[in-house]
C-alpha cells in the first residue's frame, strides 16, 4: 500500500468510484506526487495546510482516476467559492476522504449533481442522533438494539453530507441535518425528502449506500424535479 496510489475502483448506479491511499500525517506532499496534478490543482494544493493538502490531493487524484474510468481527459477541477469541485458540465463529481483514504465519484451529469460521504464505523457515538435525525427518523430507529441502532444512525448521518455536497451547486447556503429525511431500505437503496427551509426545489433526490472494504460509502444523486 503506497501513498497516493489507488486503492480500489467501484462501480456504482450513481457513477464510478475511485479510491486513494492518503498518508495519515499532516506532512507536505512530496513534489513529485504534486507532479502528477494539472499545474492549477498543484498550486491550489501547495495553499492548503497540515492535514489538507494530502487529502485534497488525494480527493483530486480520486476524481481524476474516476473521469479517466468513464474516458474522460478533464481539466484542473478547482474548488468553487463553497468547496464543490467543478468538472466540466456533462459530468457531476463529488469528493470524502478520512485521514487514510480518500474517494472521488463521477457521473454523468444528465442524472443531476453528485454527493458522496465516506465513514468509518467506530467508534459509535449514539449521542449524535438527537442532532442529525428528525423526530420521525428517531422513532424508526429506537426499537433497534444499540449495535444496529448505530448502524443505523451511521447510514442516515452518512446520506445526509452526502445530501448537503449534491445540494450545495443548488442552493448555496448551510443545509441543517433536519431538512432531509432518509430513510435507507435493506437493498443498499434510500428514499430521500428534503424539508428546506428556504421552500427552493422542488428537487428529486435517491441515495445509495454501500460496505466497501470495512467502510460506509454513501451517494446521493439530486436534480431538480
Ligand atoms: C461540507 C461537509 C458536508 C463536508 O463533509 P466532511 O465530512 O467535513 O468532509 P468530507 O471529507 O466528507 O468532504 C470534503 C469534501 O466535500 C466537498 N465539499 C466541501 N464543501 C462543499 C460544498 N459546500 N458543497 C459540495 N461539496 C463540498 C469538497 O470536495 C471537500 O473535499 P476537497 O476540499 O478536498 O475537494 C460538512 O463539513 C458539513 O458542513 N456538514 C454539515 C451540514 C450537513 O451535512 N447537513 C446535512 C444536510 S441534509
Known amino acids: ?13 450513481h457513477g464510478v468510484m475511485s479510491a486513494i491511499h492518503i498518508p495519515d500525517s499532516p506532512d507536505p506532499v512530496p513534489e513529485e506526487v504534486l507532479a502528477r496534478l494539472p499545474a492549477e490543482e498543484a498550486a491550489h494544493a501547495r495553499t492548503l495546510k497540515g492535514y489538507r493538502q494530502p487529502s485534497f ?3 483530486r ?11 474522460h481527459q478533464v481539466p484542473p ?8 469541485p467543478v468538472l466540466p458540465g456533462t459530468l457531476s463529481g463529488s469528493v470524502s476522504h478520512k485521514r487514510d483514504l480518500a474517494i472521488g ?5 444528465v442524472h443531476g449533481t453528485l454527493g458522496v460521504d465516506l465513514e468509518d464505523y467506530g467508534p459509535a457515538r449514539l449521542g449524535i442522533a438527537d ?11 429506537a426499537p433497534l438494539p444499540d449495535a444496529r441502532r448505530w448502524i ?15 445540494l450545495d451547486p443548488h442552493v448555496r447556503r448551510y443545509v441543517g441535518f433536519h431538512e432531509a429525511f432518509v430513510e435507507p431500505d435493506l437493498q443498499g437503496g434510500a428514499r430521500i425528502a428534503l424539508h ?4 427552493e426545489g422542488p428537487f428529486t433526490a435517491e441515495g445509495r449506500y454501500d460496505w466497501l472494504h470495512g467502510r460506509l460509502v454513501t451517494s446521493v444523486r439530486l436534480r431538480r424535479a
Open 1 to 13: 500500500m503506497k501513498p497516493f496510489d489507488v486503492a480500489f475502483h467501484h462501480a456504482t448506479p
Open 152 to 166: 443505523a444512525i451511521l447510514v442516515r448521518f452518512s446520506l445526509k453530507e452526502s445530501v448537503y455536497k449534491a
Open 131 to 141: 442532532s442529525v435525525l428528525r423526530p420521525e427518523e428517531l422513532s424508526a430507529i
Open 77 to 84: 477541477i478547482l474548488p468553487d467559492a463553497r468547496g464543490t
Open 196 to 199: 428546506l427551509a428556504n421552500a
Open 57 to 59: 490531493v488525494g480527493g
Open 61 to 71: 487524484l480520486a476524481l481524476r482516476r474516476a473521469c479517466e474510468q468513464l474516458g
Open 105 to 109: 465519484m463521477v457521473g454523468s451529469s
